[in-house]
Structure formats: structure tokens, C-alpha cells
């Protein structure tokens, strides 16, 4: 049985980083040739890790499932990339990105790893520099900054409400460099679809060409996952469509233990449902928030338009709660503001499940062209999806599931239980506890790949040199491969009448309905039955048209809606198990009189790790405590 290891360096927090790396295993240039990675994903975090193994000498195979690496979800993110530059001179600080990370996410994540994030965020911005990326920058020509929720400082660097995919575009670039030179060999259209271990060690994994359907075997000394998050779970939300969890399920079916699955971040800025067809939630970046007020009608039910309902009839119920913070409040704090708002029946549009988000002061102080100069083709954006003009009324928004904090446990080195087994950027359970902070996520995947995995991976590496290229015509491979195989034939011969996407669609509403912003310990069994009943009913009628030795999108979706059943189960059991409200979590048994987040630290200040026991078998729960040393655990604030 895997027991967990954080393996935390000694000495002070603020040494442990540049401690650790003076003392790791090196290895030398002839030898890193003869070492093969596997990277899959090809999102920052996984764009990055590619590229500087490359660039380190590896031999690195990348796999994505998109037809090109750029087309990563990453190239979504809209508002902002973290770094402690301190530009603005506004107080800023290595140690106070730390400290707004681990209050922002409840103190529920570990120290030393959180640390070290926030350490090499300045190294992520410097490095995006010199990539070309382009930062937005100020009248004299330095790199600008804004604001982003549960900070009182300025540290969010942006290419206006596209940073993502600016960011990814530079990673893309460095990547292509190492693919042309050879040391980066790119697997672009393919799925993993197994871990293949060998005498207890990570060693490839089995994946399917997704054009031909062919199914192949790749072999390598260590495989990284970078394979995103899970917050499709909820099926509408501000997540690619296609963005899912099944390398990471398979990695854990495997011995990877996943930690924290119940944490998950649901937006409070996304453009409301408009009707039952849609697929997807399109998000209004949090930046939004800088010059965007949050305001409801003060009168039950006003069916005024926004611009007709005077300055005294309105709640700005986010200034009125938390003075401090105001409109920037952390995204948990926010969006179960706007639940209660709508719930107590003062929400606004045709729904009445939507909350105003209103630029008029923004605009009449700054005037229009600077409000368009920050978030221009987030208004336009706004604008094609509503009809709806956010420079004329306020944009409506609501929240919607979005990022998930839970993922893969890892320790310090970003290794997970399985040795040889590497977690990055979203896939993992990450350095954002119960909530992550707004531009946090871009700054730790580029931070994971580009930074920490490089010199954690030769620890390991090192001990490795004397194996041989693995081979893939070894009995390992042959029976992953063949249960893989099995695997797609049994979906395959459901031969029902209703689709992968029709089952994900229900799944989606219950998890949205009862493991959603708010949850009870009745609501999580009931869902808890109620999924067990679809997951039975998705094996009896699913239908998929055609086999697995073709181009087969229904297959795809599918195998993932499949993995999300197994996944939604453990997500529910780790919810019910933490009888505590921390960040995202929210536990409605738990709550102070004022309905914020009431915190157990007495039984719950640990990471909650999960470990598969096999088809149908209770998960087994491994804890790992978490000890403040350089901050001191209290109620979170921001009034
Ligand atoms: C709309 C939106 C806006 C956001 N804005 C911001 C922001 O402004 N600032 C911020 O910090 N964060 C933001 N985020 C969060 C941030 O974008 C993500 O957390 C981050 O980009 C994740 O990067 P990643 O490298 O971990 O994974 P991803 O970018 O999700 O990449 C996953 C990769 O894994 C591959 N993959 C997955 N499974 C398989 C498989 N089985 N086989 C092969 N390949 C596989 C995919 O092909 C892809 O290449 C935003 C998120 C959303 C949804």
C-alpha cells in the first residue's frame, strides 16, 4: 500500500526551494539524451514541461487530443497571470503571494509547495517577457498590472482579456523550437488511454490515434500528466468541451491517489444559461471586477430595466457585505453571495438567476476608450452571445462550475504515489487548497512546467540512467492494451439508443444541483444514489454508433462521460466525508450565523488522499496534515 510522503525540505519556508535545488540529483548531458519522458497535455503547464526537458537534452514524447498543441484549454484563460514583482511598489511580496494563496484557499494546501509558487512566479513573468509574450503595459513601456479577487495588491499581469492565449502562444513557440531541433517529439490527435506500469513504476501508456483509431504503445523512463481539470463534471461550464479527467482517473485506478476531489470553483462572473441546448458557459473574466460593480434591485421581483432603477434602490451587495474587499472578494465568497441574492428572489433577468455587473461609474470616471482598452474583446464577446451592449447596461452574469482544485496527489518533487507518475498545473491537486485565487492557476502551471518539474524530474531521473529504453512488447503492455481495448468494446456494445452526451448533461445537473455551490450531507446522498441509477442506465443504453478503429467522437465522449461517473462518486464521498465548510466547499450544516465558511481545524486541517481499491470497493482515505509554520490559521476575512 503507497503511503504519502510530501517529502518538504528542511530549514525555513523561504529556503527550501533553493536548498532543495543546490542539493538534487544531476544528471549529465550525455545521459539525459538516452532518458525518454512522456509529457501529456499540452497546456501551459504541459507546453512548458515539454519544452524545457527539451531544451534540458531529454528525449520528450508530448501527446495532446487537440489537432494542434496551441489549441490547449489554456488558451482560454482570459484575465491574468500572478507574479510577486511588486511593479506597482504596492506592498508586494513573495511571502504575500503566499500568504493571500493559502488564506485565499482556506488553509487547506501546503506550505512549502504554495511557497515556492509564489517564488518562481517572477521567473514565469521574466521568461514570457522573453518570449515575446505581450503583456499589456503602462504609458512609460513597463509591464502593467491589475487587480484580481482577494488581493489588496496589484499584481495581475495581462494581454487584455486574452492572456491565456498569449501565454500559450509563447510556450507554443519554445516548444516548436524543441521539436525541430528533435528533442520534443509531438503525438498531436492522440488519447491516452492507460498508464502502463512496470514492476511498480510509471514506464508509458497506451493511447489512441483519434483520426485512425489505431491503438499504440509508448514507453518511457517517467510520464507526466498535464492533462487540466475536471470541471466538465458539471457539463455546462466555463471549461473547453472536450477538457476531462480520464488520464487522471486512469492514473489513479492505477495507484495514483487523488487528493482533495471535492474542491471545486465555481465562477461568479459567467454569462447566466440562455437556454437548455447549450453545451457550454462562456465566462466574463474576473478582471471584470476591477471597474465592474455587483448590484441587484433592493425591491423583490423589480422588473425595471438596470438603467431605469435609481442609485438608492440598489444593493451593491458585495460592497455592502465585505467593505474591505468589496467587488474583489475571492470567487467562492462571490459567487455564494449571488446565490443567495437570486435564491432570496431578488435576481434579475427573465431567469431571475443572474446578478448585474455594471460599468456605468467605471465608464463616466474613465471614460469609454480606457474601459474598452482593458477588456474590449471581453465586452464584445459579452455582446455577440447576449445582444446585449455592456457598454449601454450592465452585463448580467451568474456563476458556473469552472476550475477544480482537487486533482492528483503530489508531493514537493510534483511526483504522485506512483513512482515515475508526475502531476502538473490543474491535473494535480495543486498549490489553491479549497479556493483558488483569481490568475493564480496560469502563474502555477507555467510555474510547474516550466520551473519545478525540470529540476524535481532529475531526482528520480538519476537513479534511472542504467535502464534501457523501455520496451513495449513486453507482457505490461500487452495487458493494459488489451484491457484498454476491452474497455472501448464494452461501451461500444451497450448498443443502446441514448448518447454519451445525453447521459453527461443529466450527470451534470446533479452535480450542480446537489454537489454544487452549496451542499448538505442529504443532497450528497441523494445524488449519490442518483448517479449510481444514470451510471447503471449509461451501461445499459448507451449507444455509440460505429467501432474503435476509426474516427469515433462518440466513442471519445464516451469513454470520459464513463470516467466522470466513477469520479463524481469518489468528488461526492471526499464532500461528505469533509464535514466542514472551507473555501469552495460549503457545507450548509456548517456555517457561522452570518452564513459564511465555518471551519473544522481541530479534524479536518489535512489533505484528504484517496487511494483506489478496485471496481465497486469503498476508496480507501490516507491524510496528509498539514502544518502552518510561517502563518497562523484563522477565520477568513474580508470584511
Ligand atoms: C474560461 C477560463 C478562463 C480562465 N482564465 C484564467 C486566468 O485569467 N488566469 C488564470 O490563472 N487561470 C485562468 N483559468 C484557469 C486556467 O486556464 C487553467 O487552470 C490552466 O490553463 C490549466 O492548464 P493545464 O496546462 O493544467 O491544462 P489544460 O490547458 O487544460 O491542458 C490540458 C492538456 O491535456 C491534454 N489532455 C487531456 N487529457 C488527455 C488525454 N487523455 N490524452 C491526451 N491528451 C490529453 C489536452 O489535449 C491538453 O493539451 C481560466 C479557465 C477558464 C475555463
Not at 499540452?42 to 494542434?68: H, I, M, P
Not at 511598489?89 to 501546503?110: E, P, Q
Not at 483558488?436 to 510547474?448: E, Y
Request: net charge neutral; with cysteine.
Amino acid at each position: 500500500m503507497a503511503t504519502l510522503n510530501a517529502k518538504i525540505p528542511d530549514g525555513p519556508l523561504a529556503h527550501k526551494w533553493t536548498k532543495y535545488k543546490a542539493s538534487v540529483k544531476l544528471i549529465n548531458p550525455a545521459n539525459k539524451k538516452k532518458l525518454e519522458i512522456i509529457v501529456v497535455g499540452t497546456g501551459l503547464s504541459g507546453a512548458a514541461a515539454a519544452s524545457a526537458l527539451g531544451e534540458l537534452g531529454y528525449s520528450v514524447k508530448n501527446f495532446c487530443y487537440q489537432d494542434s498543441p496551441r489549441r490547449a484549454h489554456s488558451v482560454a484563460a482570459q484575465g491574468g497571470i500572478n507574479a510577486a514583482k511588486n511593479y506597482q511598489n504596492d506592498g508586494d511580496s513573495v511571502f504575500r503571494l503566499f500568504y493571500d494563496m493559502i488564506k485565499g484557499g482556506d488553509y487547506r494546501a501546503r506550505e512549502a509547495n504554495v511557497y515556492r509558487a509564489a517564488e518562481v512566479s517572477n521567473q514565469v513573468i521574466d521568461h514570457f517577457t522573453a518570449l515575446g509574450v505581450p503583456f499589456a503595459r503602462d504609458y512609460g513601456g513597463t509591464l502593467d498590472t491589475r487587480s484580481f479577487g482577494g488581493v489588496q495588491v496589484s499584481r495581475t499581469f495581462y494581454a487584455k482579456g486574452q492572456t491565456g492565449q498569449q501565454c500559450l502562444l509563447g510556450c507554443y513557440s519554445s516548444l516548436n523550437r524543441q521539436i525541430k531541433k528533435g528533442n520534443v517529439k509531438m503525438y498531436p490527435r492522440r488519447e491516452m488511454l492507460d498508464l502502463v506500469i512496470v514492476d511498480g513504476k510509471a514506464r508509458g501508456i497506451i493511447s489512441r490515434n483519434l483520426i485512425t483509431g489505431e491503438i499504440e504503445r509508448h514507453g518511457a523512463h517517467a510520464v507526466v500528466l498535464a492533462t487540466g481539470g475536471y470541471g466538465t463534471i458539471y457539463y455546462l461550464s466555463t471549461l473547453a468541451v472536450n477538457s476531462n479527467a480520464s488520464a487522471a482517473w486512469k492514473a489513479h485506478r492505477k495507484g495514483a491517489f487523488f487528493a482533495n476531489p471535492s474542491f471545486v470553483q465555481i465562477h461568479p462572473t459567467c454569462v447566466p444559461q440562455l437556454n437548455e441546448f447549450q453545451s457550454k458557459l462562456t465566462l466574463m473574466s474576473e478582471s471584470l471586477r476591477n471597474d465592474g460593480r455587483v448590484w441587484v434591485p433592493k425591491t423583490k421581483d423589480d422588473k425595471r430595466a438596470a438603467n431605469d432603477i435609481p442609485e438608492e434602490e440598489r444593493d451593491y451587495f458585495l460592497e455592502r457585505r465585505y467593505p474591505a474587499f468589496g467587488n474583489l472578494v475571492p470567487r467562492d465568497v462571490a459567487s455564494r453571495a449571488a446565490k443567495e441574492r437570486c435564491d432570496a428572489g431578488f435576481g434579475v433577468g427573465e431567469t431571475k438567476l443572474a446578478v448585474n455587473l455594471d460599468f456605468r461609474d467605471a465608464i463616466k470616471q474613465q471614460g469609454k476608450k480606457a474601459i474598452e482598452n482593458k477588456y474590449g474583446n471581453l465586452f464584445e464577446m459579452y455582446k455577440t452571445i447576449t445582444g446585449i451592449d455592456p457598454y449601454e447596461e450592465p452585463m448580467r452574469i451568474y456563476p458556473a462550475g469552472h476550475y477544480t482544485m482537487g486533482g492528483l496527489w503530489v508531493d514537493y518533487e510534483l511526483m504522485t504515489t506512483v513512482p515515475g507518475l508526475y502531476a502538473i498545473g490543474e491535473a494535480n491537486f495543486s498549490d489553491h487548497g479549497a479556493n483558488r485565487l483569481g490568475a493564480s492557476s496560469l502563474m502555477q502551471a507555467s510555474g510547474d512546467g516550466y520551473f519545478v518539474l525540470p529540476n524535481t524530474i532529475s531526482n528520480y531521473l538519476a537513479d534511472q540512467i542504467r535502464v534501457p529504453k523501455i520496451a513495449t512488447d513486453t507482457p505490461e503492455f500487452e495487458v493494459t492494451e488489451k484491457e484498454a481495448v476491452e474497455r472501448l468494446n464494452k461501451l461500444i456494445s451497450v448498443k443502446g439508443k441514448q448518447t454519451a452526451s445525453s447521459f453527461h448533461k443529466r450527470l451534470g445537473i446533479i452535480m450542480w444541483d446537489y454537489v454544487g455551490m452549496i451542499r448538505n450531507e442529504e443532497g450528497l446522498k441523494k445524488a449519490l444514489t442518483l448517479i449510481r441509477d444514470l451510471k447503471d442506465e449509461f451501461w445499459k443504453d448507451l449507444k455509440i454508433p460505429g467501432t474503435y478503429s476509426e474516427l469515433n467522437m462518440e466513442l471519445e465522449k464516451a469513454g470520459r462521460v464513463a470516467d466522470y461517473f466513477e469520479l463524481a462518486e469518489l468528488l461526492i464521498t471526499d464532500a461528505l466525508n469533509r464535514k466542514e465548510s472551507c473555501g469552495a466547499h460549503f457545507r450548509e450544516e456548517y456555517q457561522t450565523p452570518d452564513g459564511e465558511a465555518l471551519r473544522n481545524d481541530n479534524e479536518f486541517a489535512y489533505v484528504a488522499a484517496w487511494e483506489y481499491k478496485g471496481e465497486d470497493k469503498p476508496h480507501i482515505l490516507h491524510k496528509e496534515e498539514l502544518k502552518f509554520e510561517e502563518v497562523e490559521m484563522k477565520v477568513r476575512s474580508y470584511k
